[in-house]
T-cell receptor, first 111, second 114 residues
Framework: GIQVEQSPPDLILQEGANSTLRCNFSDSVNNLQWFHQNPWGQLINLFYIPSGTKQNGRLSATTVATERYSLLYISSSQTTDSGVYFC?????????????FGQGTILTVHP | NAGVTQTPKFQVLKTGQSMTLQCAQDMNHNSMYWYRQDPGMGLRLIYYSASEGTTDKGEVPNGYNVSRLNKREFSLRLESAAPSQTSVYFCASHRRVSGANVLTFGAGSRLTVL
């Protein structure tokens, strides 16, 4: 499986600010996913994005597979965006749910 | 639909005790997974089941066993719990939707081993 590194480890914002979270991975990927873990521990899939750009409301993600990184953009942040953001890449094999997770970025949005 | 349901939500064990974490999904997914999450870390894969009747080890399988009882249910058993198994355990199932791979997680089971 690949190595996944996320930055920054912590991020504190005021409501309304924009932010960019980065995920570097050690090898080519055919499966790159972003997740949000809310303060109550629930994990939600945000994006499946092995390449290209996708947008979902105030969130968007871009993966540049040839340069082995992915970015998650959060615009006009809200307090409900707080939590931990994980990116995850393939852990080997053909099962798409078999993932290697980064250590996460802890986002805190203050009102 | 309930999605992925895990029981129990909380459990405290003494070292050496055994227990089984239950997981069920009602989305007719083929693949199911057990992950653990330790403080300050991402999730690590314990075991997975690509389809009914098959199971395979993940990154950290030692001390655990699994059973894929049927397509809906995938259980994780600790035969002799150790303090190092104190963690939050997540069950997940996988589906492919419109070309995208989506992993759906349960709410988690917090296990403390004293």
């Amino acid at each position: 499986g690949i190595q996944v590194e996320q930055s920054p480890p912590d991020l504190i914002l005021q409501e309304g600010a924009n932010s960019t979270l980065r995920c570097n991975f050690s090898d080519s990927v055919n499966n790159l996913q972003w997740f949000h873990q809310n303060p109550w521990g629930q994990l939600i899939n945000l994006f499946y994005i092995p390449s290209g750009t996708k947008q979902n409301g105030r969130l968007s993600a871009t993966t540049v597979a040839t340069e082995r990184y992915s970015l998650l953009y959060i615009s006009s942040s809200q307090t409900t965006d707080s939590g931990v953001y994980f990116c995850a890449g393939p852990a080997g094999g053909t099962s798409y749910g078999k993932l290697t997770f980064g250590q996460g970025t802890i986002l805190t949005v203050h009102p | 639909n309930a999605g992925v349901t895990q029981t129990p939500k909380f459990q405290v064990l003494k070292t050496g005790q055994s227990m089984t974490l239950q997981c069920a999904q009602d989305m007719n997914h083929n693949s199911m997974y057990w992950y653990r999450q330790d403080p300050g870390m991402g999730l690590r894969l314990i075991y997975y089941s690509a389809s009914e009747g098959t199971t395979d080890k993940g990154e950290v399988p030692n001390g655990y066993n699994v059973s894929r009882l049927n397509k809906r249910e995938f259980s994780l058993r600790l035969e002799s719990a150790a303090p190092s198994q104190t963690s939050v355990y997540f069950c997940a199932s996988h589906r492919r939707v419109s070309g995208a791979n989506v992993l759906t997680f349960g709410a988690g089971s917090r296990l403390t081993v004293l």
